[in-house]
């Protein structure tokens, strides 16, 4: 589903930086740029909202990881700019993309 989603921002006009950033404290699926902004993006796949929907899947434990994660990115490549977390929402076999920019703060 990541390069579903990739392609997907690409599409927007965003510029992907690298995909699958692994760090001390988790991943991230993908990093683009949106103008001077970087933008880091969790994506997440639901087949059935049976249990709950691909977006409301990311909970308070997976955002500090994400955030965690960011930060040593940005450490590593001695980065200092804006930045944001957006999430992918994949939903059905149809492949609903929904778009959540800026889904949770640092």
């Known amino acids: 589903m990541e390069t579903v989603a990739a ?4 599409a927007a ?3 992907l930086v690298t995909r699958n950033y692994h760090g001390r404290y988790g991943e991230i ?10 933008v880091f993006v969790e994506v997440r796949y ?8 691909a977006g409301a899947s990311v909970d308070l ?3 500090k990881k994400l955030v965690a994660t960011a930060q040593t990115y940005l450490q590593q490549n ?9 999430v992918i929402a994949i939903e059905g ?3 609903d993309i929904h778009w959540i920019k800026g ?4």
């Open 7 to 10: 392609r997907y921002l690409q």
């Open 13 to 15: 006009g965003l510029r």
């Open 29 to 38: 699926d993908l990093i683009a740029k949106d103008g001077n902004t970087l």
């Open 46 to 53: 639901r087949r059935s909202s049976r249990f709950g929907s």
């Open 61 to 63: 434990r997976k955002q």
């Open 78 to 86: 001695k980065l200092d700019c804006p930045c944001r977390f957006d």
């Open 93 to 95: 076999d149809t492949q």
């Open 103 to 106: 889904a949770f703060g640092a």
